[in-house]
């Protein structure tokens, strides 16, 4: 997930609210591993490459994503 142009980086925060994703977790697909740590996810609107260096997870798994890392592995 990525900031909108002129928003700052994923990590920068206005207030208490994530510019990226107001604060919200986004469930997204893996549709293929790519190495280093990333992965890239359907997001029901397109394709986006996240980091997945903090899950287990492979194709097919669905995630959590708050600015563009992976914070959960949904279960089944």
């Known amino acids: 997930m990525t900031a909108a142009a002129g928003t700052g ?3 920068t925060r206005s207030g ?8 919200a977790a986004v469930p997204v697909t893996i549709v293929a591993l790519t190495g280093d740590d990333l992965a890239i996810v359907d997001t029901g609107a397109g394709q986006e490459e996240v980091s997945v260096a903090l899950v287990s997870a492979r ?5 959590l994503v708050h600015a ?8 089944k």
Do not use: K, L, N, Y
Request: hydrophobic share 40%.
């Open 16 to 23: 208490d609210i994530c510019v990226t994703c107001s604060d």
């Open 68 to 75: 563009g890392e992976a914070i959960a592995v949904v279960e």
């Open 59 to 63: 194709p097919g798994d669905t995630i």
């Open 9 to 11: 980086s994923p990590a």
